[in-house]
């Protein structure tokens, strides 16, 4: 059965790795499947078709046959639990791997998202040079544990696994901002995933699929 991804028709980022459609297609690359995309419109995501399978609005999903899936993290989860290379045999190491992946959609992740949001939807809003600082520290300060946990180990728990691609996945949103540079470790773990051919694969295909659209134009 065929796999089919959506991802923006344009993306906002201009096909840089940002968007989260690129961590689903790290892993269906990590895990050697083919797949498809479908290009999606800003106005598209809000029509039925589309709402019909991501309730929100959103990108990315994910069709394979009957089944239907919405939210990175649960499509990387599938993907990684169907097929080899993402998730450890052992059950406990395995059981490790998924904590990650929730610590990084959860714990970590929030506050950067925030960060983009006050910086480029409040941006203009006379409190945002005030609140900007505050969403920075707290960004740092899990960073700082984050850092202590990974120390002087290539990947957070033993070998890669889907932990550490959804971990990279939301640490690379970090680079605009330049606080992932005050953690050398955690620099050099993002740029560790991004030299995985997987990961290499992917982003060629997301920036090559923004740049043919956009020179279509």
Same mark, same amino acid.
């Given at each position: 059965?065929?796999?089919?991804?959506?991802?923006?028709e344009?993306?906002?980022?201009?096909?840089?790795?940002?968007?989260?459609?690129?961590?689903?297609?790290?892993?269906?690359?990590?895990?050697?499947?083919?797949?498809?995309?479908?290009?999606?419109?800003?106005?598209?995501?809000?029509?039925?078709?589309?709402?019909?399978?991501?309730p929100?609005?959103?990108?990315?999903?994910?069709?394979?046959?009957?089944?239907?899936?919405?939210?990175?993290?649960a499509?990387i989860?599938?993907? !990684?639990?169907?097929? %080899?290379?993402?998730?450890?045999?052992? &059950?406990?190491? *395995? +059981?490790? $791997?998924?904590?990650?992946? #929730?610590?990084?959609?959860?714990?970590?992740?929030?506050?950067?998202?925030?960060?983009?949001?006050?910086?480029?939807?409040?941006?203009?809003?006379?409190?945002?040079?005030?609140?900007?600082?505050?969403?920075?520290?707290?960004?740092?300060?899990?960073?700082?544990?984050?850092s202590?946990?990974?120390?002087?180990?290539?990947?957070?728990?033993?070998?890669f696994?889907?932990?550490?691609?959804?971990?990279?996945?939301?640490?690379?949103?970090?680079?605009?901002?330049g606080?992932?540079?005050?953690?050398?470790s955690? !620099?050099?773990?993002? %740029?560790?995933?991004?030299?995985?051919? &997987?990961?290499? *694969? +992917?982003? $060629?295909?997301?920036?090559? #699929?923004?740049?043919?659209r956009?020179?279509?134009?």
């Open positions: 059965m065929t796999i089919t991804i959506t991802a923006f344009r993306s906002p980022d201009g096909g840089m790795g940002l968007a989260r459609d690129t961590r689903v297609r790290w892993a269906l690359e990590e895990a050697g499947l083919a797949y498809e995309v479908r290009p999606v419109s800003l106005a598209a995501m809000k029509q039925p078709a589309h709402m019909a399978l991501h929100f609005g959103q990108i990315p999903t994910y069709e394979e046959g009957d089944l239907a899936l919405f939210e990175s993290g499509i989860f599938h993907i !990684a639990s169907q097929h %080899a290379g993402l998730l450890p045999d052992d &059950a406990n190491a *395995r +059981a490790r $791997a998924i904590t990650w992946m #929730f610590a990084a959609l959860n714990t970590v992740e929030p506050p950067i998202l925030e960060l983009v949001t006050a910086k480029f939807q409040e941006g203009d809003k006379p409190w945002s040079k005030e609140r900007m600082p505050l969403i920075a520290e707290r960004i740092r300060h899990r960073l700082h544990q984050l202590a946990r990974l120390g002087d180990d290539e990947w957070l728990d033993g070998a696994s889907a932990g550490d691609l959804v971990m990279v996945s939301v640490l690379l949103r970090l680079r605009p901002s606080i992932l540079n005050e953690f050398p955690l !620099a050099a773990y993002v %740029a560790r995933g991004e030299a995985r051919p &997987a990961y290499q *694969r +992917a982003f $060629a295909a997301q920036l090559a #699929f923004n740049t043919t956009s020179t279509a134009d």
